[in-house]
C-alpha cells in the first residue's frame, strides 16, 4: 500500500484459503478489483465464519506471512497478491474447529424400514416402480419375440425345398425364385429360407460365412425369413441374355 500503484496484466487471482475453522485448504480465483468487504461475503460461503467475524492475514507463496487485510474499503489488488499467495482467515465469531464439517453433530432424522417402505416418495419406492417396469416391457418384449418365432416356424413348417416362391420384403421390389433350403443357419438364430431368384437379384451363391447350404450362381442365392416368403405356382421366365 502506501500510495504504491501496482500494474496487473491478468485482472484475477488464484489464492489459497485456509482456516482457523477448518484444517482443509482449497484454491479459489477472484478479481483484483474486489474490495476486501467483498471479498469478505465470498469467504463466509466457503469457510463459514460470519464476515463481521473475519480477521484476513496474507501469506506469501512460500507461507511467510505479509501484513493483515484489514482495510475493508481498499481493492484486493491493491495489496501484494500474487497467484498462490494464502489468505488466512482468522474467526472471532467463537466457534470451534470442525463444527461445520463435523457430520456428529447433526441431528439425524430416523424412520423405520417398514415405515420407510410404505413412503411412495421415497428413492427406494422410485427404483422399484423403475425395475417393475423395464421388468414388464423385458417380458412383454419376450413374450412378443417367442410369438414371432413361433409363427416363423410354423410358416416355415408349409416351405420346402424346390418350391417356387415369390419374396416380399418391405422397401424392395418382390423376387421370384426357388426354395433351395428350410431350417436353422449358424449365422443367425431362427428359422430361415434360402432361394435361388431366376435373377441376379440375391447376396450370395448359397454360402454364408464360409458354410455351405446350398449350390446356385454367386448372387442369386438369399436368405430370408419364412413370414417373407409365399409359396405358390410361380413360372420360371426365361431371361435370354441375348436378346435386346
Not at 501496482?6 to 475453522?21: D, E, F, H
Not at 461475503?41 to 463459514?48: A, C, D, F, P
Not at 473475519?54 to 506471512?65: G, H, N, V
Not at 420346402?160 to 416380399?168: E, F, L, P, Y
Request: contains cysteine.
Amino acid at each position: 500500500m502506501d500510495g504504491e500503484v501496482r500494474i496487473m496484466s491478468n485482472p484475477t487471482v488464484a489464492l489459497r484459503l485456509t482456516s482457523t475453522l477448518s484444517s482443509f485448504e482449497v484454491s479459489r480465483k477472484f478479481n483484483r478489483g474486489i474490495s476486501i468487504a467483498d471479498l469478505k461475503s465470498k469467504l463466509e460461503m466457503i469457510v463459514g465464519t460470519p464476515a463481521s467475524s473475519m480477521d484476513l492475514e496474507l501469506f506469501s507463496i512460500a507461507d511467510t506471512f505479509l501484513q493483515k487485510l484489514d482495510d475493508n474499503e481498499a481493492l484486493l489488488g491493491s495489496y501484494h497478491v500474487d497467484d498462490d499467495c494464502k489468505i488466512h482467515v482468522n474467526d472471532r465469531s467463537g466457534a470451534q474447529k470442525g463444527e461445520f464439517t463435523d457430520v456428529s453433530r447433526v441431528e439425524k432424522f430416523e424412520i423405520s424400514d417398514d415405515a420407510y417402505a410404505r413412503r411412495k416418495d421415497s428413492a427406494r419406492s422410485f427404483l422399484e416402480s423403475r425395475k417393475a417396469k423395464v421388468g414388464r416391457f423385458f417380458n412383454e418384449g419376450e413374450i412378443a419375440k417367442k410369438q414371432v418365432e413361433e409363427k416363423e416356424k410354423a410358416a416355415a413348417g408349409n416351405i420346402a425345398a424346390g418350391d417356387r416362391c415369390q419374396v416380399q420384403i418391405l422397401g424392395q421390389p418382390d423376387k421370384i425364385g426357388t426354395v433351395m433350403y428350410v431350417g436353422t443357419t449358424d449365422f443367425k438364430p431362427g428359422y430361415w429360407v434360402g432361394v435361388r431368384y431366376d435373377e441376379p437379384l440375391g447376396k450370395n451363391d448359397g454360402s454364408v460365412n464360409g458354410k455351405r447350404y446350398f449350390e446356385c450362381q454367386n448372387r442369386y442365392g438369399s436368405f430370408v425369413k419364412p413370414l417373407n416368403v409365399t409359396v405358390g405356382a410361380y413360372a420360371q421366365e426365361d431371361y435370354d441374355l441375348d436378346e435386346m
